[in-house]
């Protein structure tokens, strides 16, 4: 196994570990725990960036992961593909504004983005695994170059 593996592996393996603090956060908040609460959601949105970062470390040095499967799905998984994409941008920007409601003690506009932004969040995570499910167990495909050679043409 090598960086082609490991490294999706990770980031996948941060995504859900972010999405699983914000559900316990979830119900941390319910149970009028607001401290427990904002705990839970700080250390999901950290495990949320070191996703990112890994992710796109990956993106940048090593590359994406060409699909490997058969040609009839292509087109399905792409679709599927563009709308995990689209849901998780949608997650993170909404993310980053409920986080800021809460710090700024917007609690109406927090409490009413949050429900919204945890269940894109859940669905991202969920979508991100069957991604990588499809990439790296079902249908291990091949690897594309890493950006930095696509831009200097090596």
Same mark, same amino acid.
């Given at each position: ?26 119900? @941390?908040?319910?149970?009028? *725990?607001?401290?427990?609460? #904002?705990?839970?959601? /700080? ?5 949320? $960036?070191? !996703? ?46 409920? @986080?800021?409601?809460?710090? *700024?003690?917007?609690?109406? #506009?927090?409490?009413? /983005? ?5 269940? $894109?969040? !859940? ?28 831009i200097i043409g090596a």
């Amino acid at each position: 196994m090598d960086l082609y593996f490991w490294l999706p592996t990770l980031s996948t393996a941060f995504i859900v570990i972010s999405a699983v603090l914000v559900g316990i956060g979830w119900v @941390l908040i319910i149970q009028g *725990k607001r401290e427990a609460h #904002k705990k839970m959601m /700080l250390a999901g949105a950290w495990a949320a $960036i070191l !996703f990112f970062i890994i992710y796109m470390s990956r993106t940048v040095i090593v590359g994406n992961t060409a699909w490997g499967g058969p040609d009839h799905l292509k087109t399905f998984y792409q679709v599927f593909l563009i709308f995990h994409i689209v849901m998780a941008t949608v997650a993170a920007v909404f993310g980053i504004t409920t @986080l800021v409601w809460g710090f *700024k003690a917007k609690y109406a #506009k927090h409490r009413r /983005l949050g429900r919204v932004t945890s269940m $894109i969040w !859940f669905f991202t995570a969920i979508t991100g695994v069957i991604v990588y499910t499809l990439l790296y167990v079902l249908y291990p495909g091949g690897h594309t170059k890493p950006v930095w050679e696509v831009i200097i043409g090596a």
